[in-house]
């Protein structure tokens, strides 16, 4: 592989869209500024970090607009999605009005060449391109409104680029990805196993549960590295079939009634005990009104309080003996939408986080960090954590293994076909 590393050169257009107007004006030096908001370019050879400040305007989004960049005969490109693929993840030609979040590669005959922000930005960020250049969308909002930085100064996010040759178009999107998140936390071994939802899609015991450990022992005979055996949605104490799959996440219940007990008999037959858990949406009597987002009555992590709430789950389910925790449908209830919905703004305006100082990736990465300091506190780290419809570029570094597909199915094979592994 021959790589070249690409200087950003400093955008030709910026536009801001504050909760009052949108103004677009060419770049002219390191600095932009709107009447209380200075949006500041660092430039080096390597990378071009974006910072945002404001006193008093609420921002929600700023453009920056790089012309004059040409794009080889017959490209192809590539984009991430906002939290998994649906199926919907392809080469293709260039179209204007297509976003590809966080990330591209523009794939020719002759080489790849790929740009995007580096992981865990504080921007929701997408790209668009056409045959005059390239366009980067950064949501800055706080929920659905204008973000409240109050004088704080943020970096937005760090853009880099490549251009590889003699490589194929997978070995150059691994070794950008992997310029772009430089500190991974990684699972010492392969993960493996079993998880009951796939059949069991909620309606599952204890006994069943250790019916399915047997099972998975059966196929993986004599291998040292030991399978997990995860328990999906179906043991928590609320639990009612295809009605409602939240919390409390304090017990089981009565088809599964000691969840510490379970754990311990997983490990004696001989798995590595796994647990599933939808930590935002709570129907617990003792949660304050004050603790719940506006729009959908989820657990707003931006209250202190809510945050410790949530971690003392996770230090919970770790004291049982559970040492992989499946976190899920988290951006469904922060932002009330699918990915797949998400076309492109990650949510509709009109609402905001109790914090409303935290742009949204802010939130994110608020949450997926209390979850990982919950889970290395309690277990020493032994814990691996698992994300499930959870924003992979702002979870990396926070999270061991991200799910980066939507459902597969055990029932209808054109689904799984569609979907994938």
Known sequence: MLKNILKINRPDFIELTTETKTVTSKWKNDDYNLDDINVKLNQDNEHLAIFLTAQTSKVKWIKLRWNNLSWDKNVRFLGDAWERG??????????????MPWYFCAKSEAKSV????????????????????????????????????????IKLADVIACEMRDCTSFEAMQEFCGQMCEDPILPKYPVYGSNNWYYAYGKSSESEILADCDYILNLTKDIENK????????????????????????????????????????????????IWVRLLLNEDENIK?????????????????????????????????????????????????????????????????????????????????????????????????????????????????????????????????????
């Open 86 to 99: 649906y199926g919907d993840m392809e080469w293709k030609g260039m179209n204007p009005n297509r976003f």
């Open 114 to 153: 790929c740009y995007g922000v580096k992981v865990r930005p504080s921007a929701m960020c997408f790209w668009q391109v056409d045959s005059l250049g390239m366009t980067l969308f950064l949501d800055v909002r706080c929920g659905g409104s204008g973000v409240n930085l109050k004088g704080r100064v």
């Open 227 to 274: 399978p997990y055996m995860v328990i999906d949605d179906c043991w928590q104490e609320h639990h009612r079939l295809n009605e409602y799959n939240g919390g409390p996440w304090t017990k089981g219940n009565e088809k599964f009634p000691d969840m510490k007990a379970l754990a311990d008999k997983l490990v004696q037959k001989g798995v590595r005990p796994g």
């Open 289 to 421: 009104n004050e603790w719940r987002l506006s729009h959908n009555n989820c657990i707003d992590p931006t209250n202190p309080e809510a945050l410790n709430y949530i971690k003392e789950d996770i230090k919970r389910i770790c004291n049982w003996g559970y040492t992989l925790i499946k976190h899920d449908f988290s951006t469904f209830d922060l932002f009330g939408k699918w990915g797949f919905q998400m076309s492109p703004l990650v949510t509709d305006d009109g609402w905001h986080f109790y914090d409303d100082s935290l742009t949204s990736a802010e939130v994110v990465k608020l949450l997926y960090k209390a979850i990982l300091d919950a889970s290395v506190e309690a277990s020493n780290g032994e814990t691996l954590i698992l994300g499930c419809n959870t924003i992979g570029h702002l979870g990396a570094g926070y999270m061991h293994i991200n799910r980066t597909g939507d459902d597969t199915s055990g029932v209808i094979w054109e689904r799984t076909r569609f979907m994938g592994v």
